[in-house]
Each structure stands twice: as C-alpha cells, then as structure tokens.
C-alpha cells in the first residue's frame, strides 16, 4: 500500500491503495465516482474513459502510480458544475444514449477532441471516437452529438 495525491474534478484527495491498482477502481470504489464505468478491463471499449490533463485516457488500464503529483484527473461528474458543457447538452437534446452505461466515456472522449479540435469534419469525428464502443449501437446520434457540441462550443 502506498498513499497517493489525486487531483480529481478540482479538489485534491489523498487515497492508500495499492501501486498497480487501476485509477478506474480508484475512482469508483474509494473516492465513490462511479460515472467512469468498468467495460472490458482491457482498454478496448471506451467506458472508464477519463481525462488526465485534459487527455482522454483509459483508467481501467492506468495504475495510480502513474499519476504523477499535480496531474489533473477529471471523470464524467467533474466535466462540468451544472450538466451544462456542451456535449452534456448535445447529449440531452438529441437524446443521444439508448441503455446508457457506454455514454460517460463517449462524452468524455468528445469532449477531449473538442476541447482540441473546436470545429472537426465527419471523419475527424469518427476517428476520435472510434475506440469507444457502444453496445446499444447508437453511432449515429454520437456522431450528431459530436456535431452538435462542436457547434454550441
């Protein structure tokens, strides 16, 4: 067990877990986010996609020692105070997810290319997105919401 400073969402949380211990369980079983959802635990499907230092990256892969001192870690309930980013937003007006549970990670990696790319073409889009995987099949209204975020950015 070793102690490690997270900045997560804006606040600093000090967590004794173990080094190799993935930031996803990190996150949901000891500071209790649990927007960031476990998927594949191979990286592969996209749902425990948080940002660190604004970068969209796999946390069930990501081993809280990597986190280095000052990195700023931001899940799903940190991207904004009041629901209100713009892919938040899309999201809700287009309707955009079906069961859900793939949805914190799509919004996590769009925000991620938006906050790099204000205004990307259709392929710039599905590109970024495109390691993030959707049981429910609802790519085209991810890629809307894309669209739409990009256009209320």
């Known amino acids: 067990m070793a102690q490690f400073k997270l900045h997560v969402n804006g606040t600093e949380k000090i ?6 211990m993935p930031l996803l369980w990190v996150l949901r079983d ?3 986010l649990v927007g960031t959802k476990y998927g594949c635990g ?8 948080v940002h660190i230092d604004g970068v969209a990256m796999r946390s069930c ?8 001192n000052g990195m700023k ?12 980013h713009p892919v938040q937003q899309a ?6 997810p079906q069961c859900g549970y793939c949805q914190a990670g799509q919004m996590m ?18 590109q970024a ?7 429910c099949a609802t790519y085209n209204r991810i890629l809307d919401g894309v669209k739409l975020a990009s256009k209320k950015m």
């Open 15 to 20: 967590v004794e877990v173990s080094e190799d």
């Open 30 to 32: 000891h500071l209790k």
């Open 42 to 49: 191979i990286a592969q499907c996209g749902a425990c996609t």
């Open 61 to 68: 892969v990501l081993p809280v020692s990597q986190i280095e």
């Open 73 to 84: 870690i931001t899940t799903i309930e940190g991207l904004s105070q009041n629901g209100d």
């Open 91 to 96: 999201w809700k007006e287009l309707d955009v």
């Open 109 to 126: 990696t769009a925000s991620a290319l938006l906050a790099d790319n204000k205004r990307p073409s259709e392929e710039e889009i599905k």
């Open 129 to 135: 997105m495109h390691g993030n995987i959707c049981r």
